[in-house]
């Protein structure tokens, strides 16, 4: 149980265009989801959180116009990189948290985001 | 501001031996600490956690303690096996507080046969 999953696993995509990733919970119902980006050989640092039904809050220093999240059920939230950048390559990960008062987040496998 | 952080970005150690790898925090507020693994390309794999009300928790070949005073956590792996080469980083976290996870810079555990 407790799975999360991430599509597309890797993209490629052309500086300026538009990306979208998709996260999924599979097995329950996330009502909180959790972004984060990675670069290579350093830690996770969460982008966002996003809650079903209302607005992601976002970390300080990420750009909420570029970035753009929505959670518009309780099994899928996504991703958008708006006009994306060389920049913008990284590892993006999200998490899901379900009901209850555990603390546990249950994490996707990732996808890797190269914009040349 | 307040991070956490590890004292080893690499690690090292012989096949069966065992491994332990130190994550300190200064958030004095947080009362919920995970450890993950992580192989290359893929998600954070959970491994172990514990809550500030305890020091001590096992699970299987692995064990993790919390010193509280000194503001300390370590993850001890029995038996390391080739399995356990990954990047394993600490999480910490308050409960109440949106559930949000701190990560630490993480460690390299690269098992040797």
């Known amino acids: 149980g407790a799975v999360v999953s991430q599509h597309p696993s890797w993209v490629i995509c052309k500086s300026g265009t538009s990306v979208k990733i998709e996260c999924r919970s599979l097995?329950?119902?996330?009502?909180?989801m959790f972004w984060y980006r990675q670069f290579p050989k350093q830690s996770l640092m969460l982008m966002a959180t996003?809650?079903?039904?209302?607005?992601?809050?976002?970390e300080q220093g990420v750009e909420k116009d570029k970035f753009l999240i929505n959670h518009a059920s309780l099994t899928l939230s996504t991703l958008t990189v708006t006009s994306a950048h060389p920049e913008d390559s990284s590892f993006y990960i999200c998490s899901a948290r379900g009901r209850g008062t555990s603390n546990e987040q249950f994490f996707g496998p990732g996808t890797r985001l190269t914009v040349l | 501001g307040e991070s956490v952080g590890l004292h080893l970005p690499t690690l090292s150690v012989q096949e069966g031996d065992n491994s332990i790898i130190n994550c300190a925090y200064s958030n004095s507020a947080s009362d919920y600490f995970i450890w993950y693994k992580q192989e290359s390309g893929k998600g954070p794999q959970f491994i172990i956690d514990?809550?500030?009300?305890?020091d001590k928790r096992q699970g299987q070949r692995v064990t993790v303690l919390l010193n509280k005073t000194v503001k300390h956590l370590s993850l001890q792996i029995a038996a390391t096996q080739p399995g356990d080469s990954a990047v394993y980083f600490c999480?910490?976290?308050?409960?109440?507080?949106?559930?949000?996870?701190?990560f630490g810079t993480g460690t390299q555990l690269k098992v040797e046969l």
């Open positions: 996003s809650n079903e039904g209302s607005k992601a809050t976002y």
């Open positions: 999480a910490e976290s308050i409960t109440g507080g949106g559930n949000k996870l701190t």
């Open positions: 514990i809550r500030s009300n305890m």
């Open positions: 097995d329950f119902q996330a009502t909180t």
